[in-house]
């Protein structure tokens, strides 16, 4: 998941939506969409499960219908990758097995009901057996993790905690033909140009002779390999490490440990810096200013009373800022320029914080030591719909209400709170829902 500017982003996943509503489907970093099952080859014409009645042979005709618009679409799209540059032999070797896939459209259109707090999606990604895993892990990979750190200035731990996030250490990579999922997406239409772009960075990937078609695979979001590198990400930062002339994040840790230490390093990676710290905040600390936007050198944060947990000086963050995951009542995190590098990868909080104490793990640290609230529920995605209706009718504008807490409904949060005398901390609860509701 790799998101390094708007226009080149690793990774696909919705995560611009925020912390609270992390979907249940994306837990754990990953990828894989479970193995898809080939449809009927395009090539060939549809049809061949069809149940026996009057329904299956609709069923039949409307399947063959749509598998006749894949193959024009796909035929269409030839032409434009041949005008920019792709040859007619890659054109035949990347589509000769290409299916319409139905289940990436499928996850593709789910919008996940239930949501996971911080502290659940932690307790998921940051386990006991992933960090045994991931010291055994490094001691086999020793040689290539330090090659990737000496070459790009990521530490082994972390460059192995981003691993463990996209991939469970190579473990899980998704086997749904990349050249399939981004030519369904294409042809549903939805994002037709970002697939489109992403389906020309696929063949430009063949046709450089890196990988054989039949190897190239990943989600059914387009996201390939270890790295889960979307095509464009690959031809922007994957790194042939060991020297064999292809850059090989499916096969190769060299390769693929580089290429994401090579992400970290261009995502504004700071070699001297850790992540971020956890803190505890002075009594009066107004927590509207716990918020990724609001950055000041740490001596500031210092001055202001933020103290880090173990009563060590802070880091030395020349922009530091307050991240607090799950409100007021819990813990709060120092958080400077790798966090953001993290948020490169994969633009969620929850997502970069994993990562983060991951990494720390994995290099002997601390876990997080302040209670989470854990008494506080995930809100549905319906009742996140009925907090922000209840908002908007208050006069506290919250946008179109769609379910998911980005920056304009944390925003109209912090405004009710502060004008009920509540802490300004932006985070969703039961309890602030039905206070909204009351008459
Ligand atoms: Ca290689």
Redesign the pocket.
Known sequence: MVRMSQRTPAKPRGHGLAATTLALASLGGCLAAPPVAPEAPAASGAGSAAAPGASGASGASSESAQQQAFARWLEAFGAFARAQGIREETLRVAFADVRYVPRVVDRDRAQPELTRTVWDYLDRTVTPQRVSAGQEKLLQVRGEADGAAARFGVPPHVVLAVWAMESNYGGNVGDVPTVDALATLGFEGRREAWARGELLAALKIVQAGDIEPARMTGSWAGAMGQTQFLPSSYLAYA??????????IWG?A??VLASMANFLARAGWQADQPWGVEVRLPPAFDHARADLQVRQPSARWSAEGVQSTDGAALPEFGDGAILLPAGARGPAFLVGPNFRAFLRYNNSSHYALAVGLLAQRLGGGPGVTAAWPRDLAALTRTQLMALQTALNERGFDSGTPDGMVGTATRSAIRRYQRSVGLPADGYPTLELLQRLQAP
């Open positions: 790194v042939d490490a060991d020297g064999d002339g292809r850059r090989d190769s060299a390769d």
